[in-house]
């Protein structure tokens, strides 16, 4: 074998030995990798591919080195880092966007969540309201506007979180007794069915987060 075979050997592995600096480019993933060996296997081809190429290589083969060039070596070597670098920023890229577009998502859930429970807090206080007038026995009771006002609050429940909420905005259990001095049975019942919907509405709230 030509004493140059050695050499060229030496001088190729000091060029891919560059690559070793560069970790963070290359073989990060089995797709990079593989990519990586297509782009030099159709660089291979194409090189062995051209008119003449076959029976240099045959004379390399029997230990001709004089038609090795190092351009063969750099060729692939740029083409390699070139990619690396793209794939890269790429990566880079699309990881700063995911990035922003999961800061916009979170924004806009505690936007949302904001919304929601000012939302609770008027119905909250419109409830309050019609509960302080069921206390006043010389007017007929708010049926027409309690029933307005519990039918809007539990439209937007079952809009925001479904109708179990419905559910619990009915339901008195676990709630604490409260007594009353209201007499007149009408005036006693809306009181009691808006007490224990706005101690729900105070629950929502409270569960509600940003």
């Known amino acids: 074998m030509s004493r140059e075979a050695p050499y060229a050997w030496r001088v190729l592995w000091h060029h891919l030995s560059l690559l070793q600096c560069l970790p963070s480019l290359f073989f990060q993933s089995a797709e990079r990798l593989m990519t990586t060996l297509l782009v030099l296997a159709f660089y291979a081809f194409v090189v062995v591919a051209k008119s003449g190429m076959s029976h240099k290589l045959d004379r390399m083969a029997a230990g001709d080195w004089s038609d090795f060039r190092q351009v063969y070596v750099w060729v692939p070597i740029v083409l390699y880092m070139a990619w690396g670098l793209m794939k890269t920023n790429y990566d880079r890229y699309r990881s700063i ?36 007038r069921c206390m006043n026995e010389s007017e007929p009771p708010p049926k027409g506007e309690v029933d307005a006002w519990a039918e809007e609050t539990e439209n937007f429940l ?26 007149s049975g009408a005036h006693v019942n809306l009181w009691s069915g808006l007490h224990t919907r706005t101690a729900r509405l105070q629950q929502f709230i409270a569960e509600q987060k940003d």
Do not use: W
């Open 158 to 183: 079952i809009s925001e979180y479904g109708t179990s909420y419905v559910a619990r905005f009915r339901d008195h259990a676990g709630l604490p007794m409260v007594a009353t001095s209201l007499t």
């Open 97 to 132: 966007e995911d990035k922003c577009a999961s800061l916009e998502v979170e924004k806009n859930n505690k936007r949302k969540g904001r919304d929601i429970r000012d939302r609770l807090g008027e119905f909250l206080v419109q409830g309050q309201n019609l509960r302080q």
